[in-house]
């Protein structure tokens, strides 16, 4: 079993920066592919960026490309989401998850794990 609670979301204006933070626990995380979905208002929710278990690989969507960074630290149990340039329609809940099959990454956008997910709100 893999625990993940996610820290700093927050109210932000246009063009600012925010980095959130996702701490995991439990084994074996260190195997999980991570990722970091949003769920805006009436919307579905979205991988917006995973990182494969051994940090070789990572994947964006479209909209968030060259604006956002996914890392991971395996010493700290930590995943990081580094957004910068925000925009209003980055505004969500964003949610940390995990995948326990290494080799569905980039394949399926089927998680195991979740946190309980942060805000992320940027006004105009």
């Known amino acids: 079993q893999v625990q993940l609670v996610e820290s700093g979301g927050g109210s932000v204006q246009t063009g600012d920066s925010l980095t959130l933070s996702c701490a995991a626990s439990g084994r074996p995380w260190g195997l999980f592919n991570m990722g970091w979905f949003r769920q805006a208002p009436g919307k579905e929710r979205e991988l917006a960026a995973a990182i494969a278990y051994n940090g070789d690989s990572t994947y964006y969507i479209d909209s968030v490309k060259g604006r956002f960074t996914i890392s991971r630290d395996k010493d700290k149990n930590a995943v990081y989401l580094q957004m910068d340039s925000l925009k209003p329609e980055d505004t969500a809940v964003y949610y940390c998850?995990?995948?326990?099959?290494?080799?569905?990454?980039?394949?399926?956008?089927?998680?195991?794990?979740w946190g309980q997910g942060t805000q992320v709100t940027v006004s105009s």
């Open positions: 998850a995990a995948q326990k099959n290494p080799f569905s990454f980039g394949v399926s956008t089927r998680y195991d794990f």
